[in-house]
């Protein structure tokens, strides 16, 4: 993370980038851990450091400590005059941070317990969004001296690296774990492309590339059926059930230690 922190400081005060950059470390890891409550809760305090740090360089002022509130900042600074400061600082960061705010203020532990419960869903959506906020902000900070591209490759290395079971190469996915059945690595391979649709054929591949041979990967693509909704075509899209069982899966296999 230093090196993080050395290309946010010439923009932003250190004391605030700091403080971001630990709870975004902090969520990272119990989101890895499949602690997903405590992940959304980490985002929550990221973006409070996160929003000190970009009202403190647009002059923008805020409360301190317990009497600060996320909304007022956010619509001080969507406030600020068109081209005073960079869009990214007046509109997008803190719209981007409300979407994490509000999703950390108001679900958790309020959902109904007869319902699906919501934690890894939302933990699902804070974590990429919290990522691109810090990648923007290094944009930001190192404009014409960071290619966008290093700072977004900068942030996802950082959270890649606390995913070490599950590893993805030029959109091929394995799945690294002690134990694994042919659909332990069907559902996760589904669970990765989520929303998005999975093809019969190109699901078996995938599986059978994770080690199965070409027989046993059918028969787990047959049977994740009852996982998906096939839009008739063939085309798969796993449902929440599915979702669930192969966040289990990745749960269990980072427990095992691989």
Same mark, same amino acid.
């Given at each position: 993370m230093s090196d993080v922190s050395t290309l946010l400081v010439p923009a932003f005060p250190a004391k605030h980038t700091k403080a971001a950059l630990t709870h975004f470390t902090n969520a990272v890891n119990d989101f890895g851990q499949g602690?997903?409550?405590?992940?959304?809760?980490?985002?929550? =305090?990221?973006?409070?450091?996160? %929003? =000190?740090?970009v009202a403190t360089h647009c002059g923008v002022p805020f409360e301190s400590v317990r009497k600060f509130k996320a909304d007022a900042v956010i619509n001080a600074l969507g406030q600020l005059a068109h081209g005073s400061y960079d869009d990214s600082l007046r509109l997008l960061i803190p719209r981007a941070c409300r979407v994490i705010y509000d999703i950390a203020s108001n679900r958790g532990a309020r959902h109904d317990?007869?319902?699906?419960?919501?934690?890894?869903?939302?933990?699902?959506?804070?974590?990429?969004?919290?990522?691109?906020? %810090?990648?923007?902000?290094?944009?930001?900070?190192?404009k014409g001296v960071v290619d966008p591209s290093q700072a977004r490759d900068l942030v996802e290395s950082l959270v890649?690296?606390?995913y070490p079971v599950v590893e993805e190469v030029e959109g091929r996915i394995y799945l690294?774990?002690? =134990?694994?059945?042919?659909?332990?690595?069907? %559902?996760v391979i589904l669970a990765r492309r989520y929303p998005r649709r999975v093809s019969r054929d190109d699901l078996t591949e995938a599986i059978k590339r994770n080690g199965f041979t070409l027989a046993n990967a059918k028969v787990a693509t047959g049977r994740v059926a009852k996982f998906v909704d096939d839009d008739g075509t063939g085309q798969l899209r796993l449902l929440a059930p599915g979702l669930k069982n192969a966040e289990e899966i990745i749960v269990n296999a980072l427990k095992a230690g691989k």
């Open positions: 602690d997903w409550e405590d992940s959304i809760a980490k985002t929550g =305090k990221f973006v409070e450091a996160i %929003l =000190k740090a317990p007869d319902e699906i419960d919501p934690n890894s869903m939302d933990a699902n959506v804070v974590m990429p969004v919290s990522a691109w906020i %810090l990648a923007e902000a290094i944009r930001y900070a190192q890649e690296k606390k690294h774990a002690k =134990k694994k059945s042919a659909v332990d690595v069907g %559902l």
